[in-house]
């Protein structure tokens, strides 16, 4: 059973426009979480992270935002631009747990049209 | 700094044979893992290593061997190649730790595997 959930595998957005990514969780014990970026042929590249104390981060166009209530995060990129097109990765961990291991979503593929 | 490298990129196996997929990292990080991406699963953990010496089971570590003699190096043996294996693997290295950010990890570009 997949703790950490991304339900859309892919979005389509128009340059400018803003992108939302969604990633739900399963684990209470959960309290780190981070967005992470994939281009083909690479590596993932990490985004930007919350912790469970916040409900907001902020990063230039990137903001994530934590319902802990709802277990629910989203990546709100504003605006879009085409090289954002990747796969957006949602991953959760307990800090300090298990070598800070990271449990991953499947994915949500972005496609930015320009 | 080359970060996180990955050696080799691609490999084609026959079922049954062994090999080793290298990782080397070049930051000092105490922490090491491996991970297997496959289509609709996101990215799985394998292996991981909190220091030299120490490794431990991820998710998915059944045909998997690791080793952690070094703080550089952590290479993830195949012992018996399964067309099952035929995924993407990332090498991850990060610093370990309780503290804020320490989760953040840096990956390898990967290693494509494919058993035939």
């Known amino acids: 059973d997949q703790q950490v959930k991304q339900n859309s595998p892919s979005l389509s957005v128009q340059e400018g426009r803003i992108s939302i990514l969604n990633c739900d969780y399963t684990n209470s014990m959960f309290d780190y979480f981070l967005w992470y970026k994939k281009y083909p042929a690479e590596g993932p590249t990490f985004l930007i992270s919350?912790?469970?104390?916040?409900d907001k981060n902020e990063d230039g166009r990137f903001t994530v935002f934590l319902n802990k209530s709802a277990k629910h995060l989203s990546l709100h990129i504003v605006p879009s631009q085409p090289g954002d097109s990747a796969v957006y990765f949602c991953?959760?961990?307990?800090?300090?747990?298990?070598?800070?291991?990271?449990?991953f979503g499947g994915g949500t593929r972005l496609m930015v049209k320009p | 700094n080359a970060g996180v490298t990955q050696t080799p990129k691609f490999q084609v196996l026959k079922t049954g044979q062994s090999m080793t997929l290298q990782c080397a990292q070049d930051m000092n990080h105490e922490y090491m893992s491996w991970y297997r991406q496959d289509p609709g699963m996101g990215l799985r953990l394998i292996h991981y290593s909190v220091g030299a010496g120490i490794t431990d089971q991820g998710e998915v570590p059944n045909g998997y061997n690791v080793s952690r003699s070094t703080t550089e190096d952590f290479p993830l043996r195949l012992l018996s190649a399964a067309p099952s294996q035929t995924s993407v693997y990332f090498c991850?290295?990060?610093?370990?730790?309780?503290?804020?950010?320490?989760?953040?990890?840096?990956f390898g570009a990967g290693s494509r595997l494919t058993v035939l």
């Open positions: 919350i912790s469970s104390i916040k």
């Open positions: 991850a290295s990060g610093t370990g730790g309780p503290w804020d950010g320490a989760n953040v990890l840096t």
């Open positions: 991953a959760a961990s307990e800090i300090g747990n298990a070598g800070n291991m990271l449990t």
